[in-house]
């Protein structure tokens, strides 16, 4: 089938849907593009990975079996010689044993005797990755002007994946990330990173260690109500795998902590359980960037660890958010002091007591929160954008790093019926903090703004103004701390 033929198909369908009387349409518009974005493969399947790992996505229609997107892509013809020296190997499966989106993966054994896996990156990537990101680009414009995106925003999506699509195609730029990791993983009682044999690779090809595990989707996809994915992971490892996850969650917010990068593509299909609870990681053409301050991220942690232990409050988890992860925003509004105050605690203290006040009796937000969506409960409560926060490009793969495992995990939690997710997380941050202490976190808070001081002040009147046309309650909180 032709590009126009199968784009003409799937608009087709989708208008259908939109003149359907099906109750939940956007749910239906979200299968349907799922599932065809799965046959086309591919740039595709890659986008796929990327929204299937934010639960909303799949909210209202998906599951653990549409995690077989992250594990097995349509496979390709090409010529192993064309790509690797032959005589390097005693032995090379002549079929690829795994499918990924952009690669294919063969298995081999070296003259030397090491077992290696051999990620060869697909000849139609490499040749129409540019012309179909456009062509991709084009359908996330129609899907963002023509359906709601109360759940999805296509065009936000798009953007975040089109430079680091182009980026995971440079296979030598993938091979330093992973020496990266294996030097600070060397020795890691719980963590196994492959290694790389960089004499035999190349541009287009990486030869590293063959890691024998079914990974996080094989066993999501391949799991059962009689055999869910916990005592599938029992079956084939002998290891626990909710203590997996929780190793995975807590290394990737450690290495936020204390390291100069973190791991960028956390998604199930990535990540293989072994046994005596370890995990391996593969694939890292995506890493995130440290924060722009360990030591911010370190202190939004904690504010969260607190409030799922029960000791925190809104007030402290809103203020290190917005220092975290807007630091120019917060150094702006804590230039606008009114007394032993400024403006960033002002509006958190606000928010606090206006979210006291609203959750007095209603447990509704707090398990809203303890499910990891305290985001969701800021925006329920405050009910309008008190300020137009932008996150920093830096900490925004950072989030998407971090939301591609936390959807994961998401669904993997609804479909094992255990409702546990604030505990996971719990102990994920748990096991990040313990470690992070013991090596020590950097102090590196940021100190300087882009913002003017005219630009600072002109940031409260907009502020103010917004809350008084928008939010009266909020508005009469503020002014009090204000001119208290």
């Given amino acids: 089938m032709t590009a126009f033929r199968r784009y003409a198909k799937l608009i087709a369908q989708l208008v259908k849907i939109a003149f359907s009387d099906t109750a939940n349409k956007d749910a239906e518009y979200r299968r349907t593009i799922f599932y065809n974005f799965k046959d086309w493969g591919g740039v595709y399947i890659k986008f796929l990975q990327v929204m299937a790992g934010a639960s909303k996505f799949m909210e209202g229609w998906g599951g653990p079996r549409e995690m077989e997107v992250f594990s097995q892509a349509p496979r390709e013809d090409l010529n192993l010689a064309d790509y690797v020296d032959l005589s390097q190997f005693s032995r090379l499966s002549a079929e690829p044993v795994a499918a990924g989106s952009f690669a294919l993966v063969y298995r081999g054994k070296l003259l030397s005797g090491e077992d290696v896996a051999v990620k060869i990156l697909r000849p139609s990537i490499k040749h129409n990755l540019k012309r179909n990101l456009k062509l991709l680009g084009h359908l996330c414009k129609f899907f963002a002007h023509f359906f709601p995106r109360t759940l999805v925003d296509y065009n936000e999506a798009y953007a975040a994946c089109a430079k680091m699509f182009l980026l995971e195609t440079d296979y030598r730029r993938e091979i330093a990330n992973q020496e990266y990791f294996a030097k600070l993983y060397h020795d890691h009682p719980r963590v196994v990173i492959p290694k790389v044999y960089r004499d035999l690779s190349s541009r287009d090809v990486i030869v590293q260690d063959f890691i024998s595990g079914p990974t996080l989707a094989d066993v999501m996809s391949a799991a059962t109500p009689e055999k869910p994915a916990a005592a599938l992971t029992r079956e084939l490892t002998g290891s626990?795998?909710?203590?997996?996850?929780?190793?995975?969650?807590?290394?990737?917010?450690?290495?936020?902590?204390?390291?100069?990068?973190?791991?960028?593509?956390?998604?199930?299909?990535?990540?293989?359980?072994?046994?005596?609870?370890?995990?391996?990681?593969?694939?890292?053409?995506?890493?995130?960037?440290?924060?722009?301050?360990?030591?911010?991220?370190?202190?939004?942690?904690?504010?969260?660890?607190?409030?799922?232990?029960?000791?925190?409050?809104?007030?402290?988890?809103?203020?290190?958010?917005?220092?975290?992860?807007?630091?120019?925003?917060?150094?702006?509004?804590?230039?606008?002091?009114?007394?032993?105050?400024?403006?960033?605690?002002?509006?958190?203290?606000?928010?606090?007591?206006?979210?006291?006040?609203?959750?007095?009796?209603?447990?509704?937000?707090?398990?809203?929160?303890?499910?990891?969506?305290?985001?969701?409960?800021?925006?329920?409560?405050?009910?309008?954008?008190?300020?137009?926060?932008?996150?920093?490009?830096?900490?925004?793969?950072?989030?998407?790093?971090?939301?591609?495992?936390?959807?994961?995990?998401?669904?993997?939690?609804?479909?094992?019926?255990?409702?546990?997710?604030?505990?996971?997380?719990?102990?994920?941050?748990?096991?990040?903090?313990?470690?992070?202490?013991?090596?020590?976190?950097?102090?590196?808070?940021?100190?300087?703004?882009?913002?003017?001081?005219?630009?600072?002040?002109?940031?409260?009147?907009?502020?103010?103004?917004?809350?008084?046309?928008?939010?009266?309650?909020?508005?009469?909180?503020?002014?009090?701390?204000?001119?208290?």
């Avoid at 996850?245 to 990535?270: F, K, Q, R, S, W």
């Avoid at 937000?365 to 800021?378: C, L, M, P, R, T």
């Avoid at 748990?430 to 100190?447: F, L, Q, W």
């Fill in 240 to 484: 626990d795998l909710w203590q997996q996850v929780i190793i995975a969650g807590g290394e990737a917010l450690y290495t936020a902590m204390c390291a100069d990068y973190v791991y960028g593509d956390p998604h199930p299909g990535n990540i293989i359980l072994l046994p005596d609870n370890r995990i391996a990681l593969i694939d890292f053409g995506i890493i995130a960037n440290r924060p722009s301050s360990h030591f911010a991220f370190y202190e939004w942690t904690e504010s969260y660890l607190n409030m799922l232990n029960g000791t925190g409050n809104f007030k402290r988890l809103l203020e290190t958010t917005v220092i975290c992860f807007c630091p120019d925003l917060a150094l702006a509004m804590q230039r606008c002091s009114f007394g032993k105050d400024d403006l960033l605690t002002v509006l958190a203290d606000a928010i606090n007591e206006k979210m006291s006040t609203t959750m007095d009796g209603d447990n509704t937000f707090v398990e809203s929160f303890k499910d990891g969506h305290f985001a969701n409960v800021f925006v329920e409560v405050v009910s309008t954008k008190v300020v137009e926060v932008k996150v920093d490009m830096v900490n925004f793969e950072l989030l998407k790093a971090m939301q591609a495992f936390l959807g994961s995990i998401t669904i993997l939690d609804n479909s094992e019926g255990n409702h546990s997710f604030a505990e996971t997380m719990r102990r994920s941050v748990e096991y990040a903090i313990t470690n992070a202490r013991r090596k020590g976190i950097p102090h590196d808070s940021i100190s300087k703004t882009c913002y003017s001081t005219t630009e600072s002040y002109e940031l409260l009147i907009r502020t103010i103004s917004a809350l008084a046309d928008h939010d009266e309650d909020m508005f009469n909180l503020v002014r009090e701390r204000i001119f208290a």
